[in-house]
């Protein structure tokens, strides 16, 4: 009897482990999302400039953050997180961002785009704005993504005044377009007024004309567009621009889709610089994958960097 019972316990408890582990490997085989460093290398055939270990709990936290505070403080109060958290690893990930794409020699102008909606391009290119700045570089930020333009909530600035599309068609002067952030050597262009021809207006004589008269005084320029597989709209004019970073939700992002934005950006005579990996789990998915130590670590020296600052 014991030993017929013992017989078909294990067999059952081999039958669960055998059944489990077959589940895993289907369903791994059925995610074809972007995971790791390494698979963004090896897949896309770009380098990952950019690995950016935060959550979207860590967004949420400062957006409450700056509700919440009623200090005059700006910076403090900002849901940006390389000004409400200046200390944290998160922050950290945009500086080696910054480091990686002056090294890859970026240009003056650089482009953020994505393959499709809710890869967090803005939350990238906002937070890559303000390290520029914080390297002492005076800096643009312009929002060419005239159909979902979400660059004026980030820096909490009027989402009606006037911008690009006022521009292109003569009626706001070049002063009455750029404005003011609450950092100094931080500017802003906004979208302006809707059009029904984004992708005509962008790609006009007049759009070349304000990247023109506007890009000899700064010293980087950094556009929001759209994303690349949703609309056309930044394929009109990535001639102006000097380098492409294309931003990739890890874990999520199906890898033809990635691939086919890479393909429009080729036939555009655009090859992206390097991939910004976004939203990477800081403990979970990387156990092989070389890179992450890296990534890790730089967090561990923002955790130590941001204690400094608390105790002196």
């Known amino acids: 009897m014991w030993p017929k019972t013992i017989l078909i316990l294990g067999c059952s408890v081999l039958l669960g482990l055998v059944g489990g582990v077959l589940a895993a490997l289907g369903l791994d085989a059925l995610d074809t999302s972007i995971r790791t460093v390494d698979m963004a290398e090896a897949i896309l055939g770009l ?29 403090e109060a900002s849901s940006i997180l390389m000004l409400a958290q200046p200390g944290s690893p998160e ?16 240009g003056k102008i650089t482009l953020f785009t994505s393959a499709v909606p809710q890869e967090g391009k803005t939350f990238c290119c906002v937070n890559y704005a303000v390290a520029a700045v914080q390297s002492g570089q005076k800096t643009l930020l312009m929002n060419t993504d005239l159909r979902q333009p979400r660059l004026q909530e980030e820096l909490e600035l009027d989402r009606d005044a006037p911008g690009i599309s006022e521009w292109v068609d003569g009626q706001a002067e070049l002063g009455e377009i750029c404005q003011s952030t609450v950092l100094e050597d931080l500017d802003f262009v906004g979208t302006g007024k809707a059009s029904s021809n984004p992708a005509e207006l962008l790609a006009g004589k007049r759009f070349q004309e304000l ?21 056309s709209d930044a394929l009109g004019y ?43 789990p800081r403990s979970s998915g990387h156990g092989t994958d070389p890179y ?14 941001q204690q400094g600052n608390q105790t002196r």
């Open 292 to 305: 992450y130590y890296y990534y890790a670590a730089s967090g561990v020296y923002g955790e130590a960097y």
């Open 211 to 231: 990247i023109d008269k506007l890009a000899p005084k700064y010293d980087r320029v950094i556009i929001d567009t759209a994303p690349i597989i949703s609309v």
């Open 238 to 280: 990535l001639s102006l621009v000097d380098s492409v970073l294309l931003v990739v939700r890890a874990g999520k992002t199906p890898r033809g889709v990635i691939l086919r934005a890479l393909n429009e950006l080729e036939n555009a005579q655009a090859s992206p610089l390097g991939v910004v990996l976004n939203f990477l």
């Open 47 to 75: 380098p990952v400039l950019g690995a950016i270990c935060v959550g979207a709990e860590q967004r949420q936290l400062a957006k409450q953050r700056r509700k919440a505070r009623s200090s005059s403080d700006a910076e």
């Open 91 to 106: 922050a950290e990930h945009f500086r080696s961002l910054r480091a990686r794409t002056a090294t890859a020699e970026a």
